[in-house]
């Protein structure tokens, strides 16, 4: 493949912009070599300023589930470029997506649209600090919830990439009422509340993980956080930017029936472009500015163009068997990368739920009875629960990988290779290994068998 055209352009971006990007996970640093420069996406792929073409499994971090162009998004934008694209007052357009999240996530009462995921985790937070008048939180060590100040620390994401946990500009003062626990670990959990539980705020957790690659959280530590929020009054804050819509139908909360007290969402919900949002139970989301007296603005929110977009995506998305589809897809993908791996003797640990995927390659084998594979596993002397986030094929699992700690030992050199392997044949994979693939309804059965394929000539390549 010939990147000539892509190395310029990133080269005159490095004079201009610091990395030569606006997002730090877009780099490649990770895996080495320099970023394709992309110019357009069509269907399930993207095509770079060079002509290659890439079957597209990163979808911008996320939002794009329905893939490049889709007509009913395409058309609702068209619609309202011409109608006008910001007025700074209501619309009915709000109300319409609004309608559709309450109506599919069930612990949302009340809703407030924002412009990031970033401000979506910040608001959320700061909401929750004022209506319990507490000052600690609780975030775990590998999760992201944007780059706010206080929950910038032991950072998932670019952030876990780079390893700066804590950035340069994040003052001790911002993070000093931050507690920071191992994720999935209830006994530690446990101990916290005992211990300050009466003056904890808020609980900030991505209930599926996709930011030290995919982690789903296990059925016992996420029943734990509802029952120990609940007693002592803390806020549980679902952060589902990510696996909002695609753990499940509607989300993490949605599948596991777990009622948190208050959600972030972003990426899908706005259909690619810039949203976020949070929501839950009524009579904390009336704390916020007018309606009470926690503050949150934004010139841009509730912009029309995202709201069109996003109400297009998610009626697509919510009409019946899409989401089973999609989940079927990336399932079968999960799959066949380790029926692959095994061929190949690759170890590897397999996380997949919904339409999110992490291949994990390990530096060590777990042991023989379970060597690609890992359902249940020791983690400091006591088993840790299988999720059951399992889907009906079992390709789903929380074993292996539980935390940041495991996550992090795995071999990225390995994971580097493979992600160049599939680069050059055609195939745009996250650029970290702790990072989430993401399916899209634009990729077919077809195009997912390929993919395995050419997956199993790069395992053995390696
Ligand atoms: C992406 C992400 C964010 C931040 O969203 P931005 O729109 O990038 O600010 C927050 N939380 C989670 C779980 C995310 O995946």
Redesign the pocket.
């Known amino acids: 493949m010939n990147h000539a055209r892509s190395h310029s352009v990133f080269a005159e971006a490095q004079t201009l912009i610091p990395g030569g990007v606006n997002s730090p996970a877009r780099a490649f640093g990770a895996v080495g070599g320099e970023p394709v420069v992309i110019q357009r996406g069509e269907g399930a792929y993207l095509i770079d300023i060079d002509g290659n073409r890439y079957l597209d499994y990163v979808q911008s971090?996320?939002p794009m589930i329905l893939g490049y162009g889709h007509p009913a998004v395409v058309s609702a934008l068209q619609t309202q470029i011409l109608n006008g694209t910001s007025f700074g007052a209501p619309t009915e357009l709000e109300n319409e997506l609004a309608k559709i999240i309450i109506g599919s996530v069930p612990s949302i009462e009340k809703i407030r649209f924002v412009n990031?995921?970033?401000?979506a985790?910040m608001s959320a937070v700061r909401l929750a600090r004022g209506f319990t008048g507490r000052t600690k939180i609780v975030k775990f060590i590998g999760n992201?919830?944007?780059h706010v100040d206080s929950l910038l620390v032991a950072a998932g994401?670019s952030a876990a990439t780079l390893g700066v946990p804590n950035s340069p500009g994040v003052t001790p003062g911002s993070v000093q009422d931050t507690l920071l626990l191992p994720y999935n670990d209830v006994e530690t959990l446990k101990k916290t509340f005992a211990a300050a539980g009466k003056d904890i705020a808020a609980v900030i957790v991505?209930p599926v993980a996709?930011?030290m690659g995919c982690v789903i959280g296990s059925s016992n530590f996420l029943y734990e956080l509802r029952h120990v929020t609940q007693e002592s009054g803390a806020i549980l804050i679902f952060?589902e930017?990510?696996s909002g819509y695609r753990a499940g139908k509607a989300g993490a909360g949605q599948r596991f029936s777990i009622t948190p007290d208050l959600t972030?969402l972003?990426?899908v919900i706005g259909g690619g472009l810039p949203v976020?949002a949070y929501g839950g139970r009524a009579d904390i989301m009336d704390n916020v500015l007018p309606a009470g007296k926690v503050f949150q603005a934004g010139t841009l929110s509730g912009n029309p163009l995202a709201m069109a977009a996003g109400i297009a995506t998610l009626q697509t998305l919510l009409q019946p068997n899409v989401f089973m589809s999609l989940e079927r897809n990336m399932t079968m993908l999960a799959e066949g990368f380790e029926d692959e791996a095994r061929a190949a003797g690759i170890p590897v640990h397999i996380a997949q739920i919904g339409s999110m995927m992490t291949l994990f390659f390990l530096k060590e084998p777990h042991g023989d009875a379970a060597k690609y594979r890992i359902e249940d596993v020791s983690l400091n002397g006591g088993k840790v629960e299988r999720s059951t986030a399992t889907s009906s094929s079992g390709s789903a699992f929380a074993g292996g990988i539980t935390d940041w700690q495991t996550a992090a030992a795995c071999n990225t050199e390995r994971y580097a290779g493979f992600f160049r392997g599939m680069l050059e044949r055609g195939f745009y994979f996250p650029c970290s290994q702790f990072e989430t693939f993401f399916m899209s309804t634009a990729v077919t059965a077809d195009e997912v068998r390929q993919t395995i394929k050419v997956a199993g000539e790069v395992f053995r390549s390696l």
Do not use: C, F, P, R
């Not at 990031?116 to 401000?119: H, I, N, P």
């Open positions: 971090w996320g990031s995921g970033t401000e985790a992201y919830h944007g994401s991505e996709g930011n952060d930017v990510l972030t972003g990426k976020g």
